[in-house]
């Protein structure tokens, strides 16, 4: 259990009541009775923030850069830590700076202290006229799907929320939120990394599409070399998608295709409306233009893989408005897809068919 009486950043923390698995120098009667033991410690919200940032980014300069505040700075109140505490939390021999058997005990007791802090601090963004600013990456795939009422839902559920959306592929937006310049990402996920969380949002099927003009082979099913005649249009070069067809199209030895990267959804969409070339796109998306006869969905024999989408975001103890965000956007992608399956029930995603109610 974690009690704190005040809050202040700076101000110490005289009655937080700390649970400690290790015995420092100044409690050793106490460490003779059990191996859990309750100390009170004066302590700040400062010093614990410096501690965990620089614990979790690997140096003190990262962590002084997160902070706004210099590198000294956090190295001394880190060192006032260790000295209160009586041992040493942080290995500084090497690159990147590592926990002690010490310091990976009181990390999960600091993370708590500051899950608390913020907290609090989330629940006064809806009480208060405190604003806040939620920095969100997002995929266009989502920018045309999910994106609409997910900042209607965020508008009525955190009014005092401000979100600064940036769109671009998954490698940059991972890279972002590694870097701490995002604190949220749709993209296509999950990430593989032990300091992130996902949570699954959807998945779109790939079709491949293109204006009725085209003068496919009449076959029912189209094979993947037969569309080389034309430009295949697809995602930008550094996706997913855009490497599974270079590599399809590598794997048809005898025919060289020409791959029109777009780093545009929309343009791509617009492309393949004119008869520029087929292209790949979300079903989803393509659907509204099959029903209005603009495009016609090819029931080719090979297709890129699906694309899942997952809400992503570093767990810290600072993002306790971020998760809370998430997992609502979770809940509007469930209803999403439902929402998707009575409107087309008998949508084909390979074939390209759809029976209308």
């Given at each position: 259990m974690i009690l704190i009486d005040n809050f202040y950043e700076y101000v110490p923390l005289p009655s937080i009541l700390f649970r400690f698995s290790i015995s420092p120098p100044w409690a050793p009667t106490l460490a003779s009775y059990s191996h859990e033991f309750i100390v009170m410690i004066g302590l700040t919200l400062r010093q614990l923030e410096c501690f965990v940032w620089t614990a979790s980014?690997?140096?003190?300069?990262?962590?002084g850069r997160h902070l706004h505040t210099?590198?000294?700075?956090?190295?001394?109140?880190?060192?006032s830590l260790e000295e209160r505490l009586g041992v040493r939390l942080l290995d500084r021999s090497g690159t990147p700076v590592r926990l002690t058997a010490a310091g990976q005990k009181v990390f999960?007791?600091?993370q708590?202290?500051?899950?608390?802090?913020?907290?609090i601090d989330a629940r006064a963004i809806l009480t208060d006229h405190h604003r806040s600013t939620l920095r969100l990456g997002v995929s266009e795939t989502i920018v045309h799907s999910l994106l609409p009422d997910f900042l209607r839902h965020l508008r009525e559920s955190f009014p005092l929320v401000d979100v600064d959306v940036s769109v671009d592929v998954t490698s940059t937006l991972r890279e972002e939120l590694m870097s701490h310049n995002i604190d949220l990402a749709f993209l296509m996920g999950p990430l593989s990394h032990h300091r992130v969380d996902n949570l699954r949002l959807t998945r779109f099927a790939l079709v491949w599409a293109c204006a009725p003009e085209i003068a496919l082979p009449k076959a029912r099913t189209v094979a993947f070399e037969d569309m080389l005649s034309f430009p295949i249009i697809t995602y930008a070069r550094n996706t997913r998608p855009f490497q599974e067809i270079h590599n399809r199209c590598n794997a048809v030895a005898h025919r060289a295709g020409r791959i029109f990267p777009v780093s545009s959804l929309a343009a791509t969409l617009r492309m393949a409306r004119d008869g520029i070339g087929v292209a790949t796109l979300p079903a989803q998306m393509v659907q509204p233009y099959i029903e209005k006869g603009e495009l016609k969905c090819i029931d080719c024999d090979w297709h890129p893989a699906d694309l899942s989408f997952t809400a992503s975001y570093?767990?810290?103890?600072?993002?306790?408005?971020v998760h809370k965000?998430?997992?609502m956007s979770q809940s509007l992608a469930r209803r999403y897809e439902k929402a998707t399956l009575k409107t087309w029930p008998a949508l084909d995603i390979k074939a390209g068919k759809a029976a209308k109610r």
């Open positions: 980014l690997g140096s003190f300069r990262s962590a210099t590198q000294p700075a956090i190295s001394n109140n880190i060192r999960a007791q600091a708590k202290a500051l899950e608390l802090t913020a907290s570093l767990m810290q103890p600072s993002h306790t408005l965000v998430a997992r």
